[in-house]
């Protein structure tokens, strides 16, 4: 139940070819913004919308377009972040696979709002079939008069390009993109000047994500308030939510923002329900880096009230006992799950993806590795605990980007909440492996 | 991130068809701009060579974008997409990070470390597999699971593993390739 604007025609067969999207009431906003709407009157649409970021950040896109420079005679470049790479997130993937003309659609809208006549795709590397489904997609797209010079004899002259990456989890920061799509090492930039002013080749920049983008189609077919009618508070409109782990329904869902956290979970509707009977131990809502919440913070906040899907809801709390909407990449655990093993784990990923460039990240991320490993394998100390609380706290704010506050969240919210569990690792060391290693049946190799 | 440059490698040329296609690639870019195709360039010359990145394989890309060999060095030990070592015909990059990791993922790599009697970044000594340890592929609701050339694998277990290696040893396996961009 509920509305869905991005997946209403999923799974309509064919809905991937220009033919059934187009008949389905596909390129209608472009047909619209060209021809009955300025390039402003779009944008304030979108700020009408209440639109946020759906990448993570959450911050509201139509002011971010309104920071967009716009000095004569040069080129401004829309930039889709595909880059799709935090832990948990894998919703950008299905709207590509199954609607790559919702997100070309978008492109075409959202330039035309940007003024920006030269677009990119930016999608990881490893989506490579998805390269695949989207140029078939824009060559249709051309084909169809939609791309190109003079798009339907509007004078709005648009090209679109794909531009699939290698790997580097980093590159979904703003900055790291667009190094990586100048053809280099995916280095974050030291901000201000910020990609609306100098972004791709020097040149005003937006960078968004592709839910973010594909949301602008029903925002300019309906208008702006139709979709801030949906959802609660600064949170409109609906969300794709990634979602994974000890579930019986894993997959994608798209929802109105402010269904309940507990009908979320539990609802056959959405996930289901826990696998195999199992009882909720804890959930990591928004991708990876975002807090993770011990089970009696997931279903209600602090002051007892019902936590709902929103970005104000699941950030209540702050980060002493909420987290944050984030991504959308909702990772369920059951009552197995060790929060040690799994701290370790995307510690790693966080050591493996720092780029190198601020101290504070590079070894930091390495120290937190290792000193999770050692607890996980009996030879912590308990002074490690808040070592390893310490270590995160000096990685936090200072680094050039938000990768090391992305790995040092996840380490200080498993000690606030789960400090016993670490306690017990350091304490009965023998018990809890054979805890573990009895789940997992194997030793995975340092560094791994 | 891979650190080490491979200096080893016969004489790389791309084939005629992937070298027109590198040159459409950089006519996406502005004029002057063509180091933007790098990635793509890469990932090309990558599957012409054999599944990896050999020094001549990149001075011959540095040549073809017209940018000098360092510019290509630093960006292929960037991107771990990027083999800097030979691998087999087929290397199978199983994802372990935490989503995939409390779905199984542990033991599915280790079972297939077992059956092919190989650890991670090993190939088997007939040339055919090798086995990688990747972080997050954005699979995670359809964990444990594995990339292969340009596809997914994934709801994987001991059974789809051995039937796997089975179909690759049979020449059944489509690992997918650049000339279907």
Redesign the interface.
Known sequence: MGRKLLLEHAHVPGINTYEVYRKHGGYRSVEKALKSMTPDEVVEEVKKSGLRGRGGAGFPTGMKWSFLAKPEGV?RYLVCNAD???????K??FLMEKIPHLLIEGMITSSYALGAN?SYIYI??????I??IL?KAIKEAYAAGWLGKNIQGSGFDFDL?V???????ICGEETALIE???????NPRIKPPFPAVKGL?QCPTVVNNVETIAAVVPIVNDGGEEYAKIGIGKSTGTKLI?????INK???YEIELGVSVEDFIYSDEWCGGIKRGKRLKAC?PGG?SVPILPHFLVTKTAAGENRLMTYESLADGGFATGSMLGSG?F?V?DED?CIV??TW??SR?YH??S??QCSPCREGTGWMEKVLWRMENGQGKLSDIDMLADIAKKIEGNTICPLGDAAAWPVSAAIRHFREEFEWHVNEPKACMERNYGL???R??MG? | MNAVVGTNGTPFRYSEAALAEVRDLIKKYPEGRGKSAILRALHIAQEENHGWLSAPAMDHVAEVLSITPIEVYEVASFYSMFNLEPVGKYVLEFCQTGPCAIEGAERIIEYTKQKLGVGKNETTADGMFTIKQVECLGACGYAPMMQVGEFFHEHLDEAKIDQFIDDCRAGKINKGTWKMH
């Open positions: 080129p799709e790479s935090e832990p948990g997130t894998f950008d993937r030269t990881r590397g490893e989506y490579s079939w390269v695949f140029e390009y531009n699939p990456g290698a790997g580097a989890y990586s799509l100048e053809g280099k090492r995916g080749w990634s979602a994974s782990g000890n894993p997959g994608v990591v990876s990449g990772i655990y799950q093993r799994n784990n995307f990923f493996h993806e780029c190198g997992v049946k194997e995975v190799v791994g």
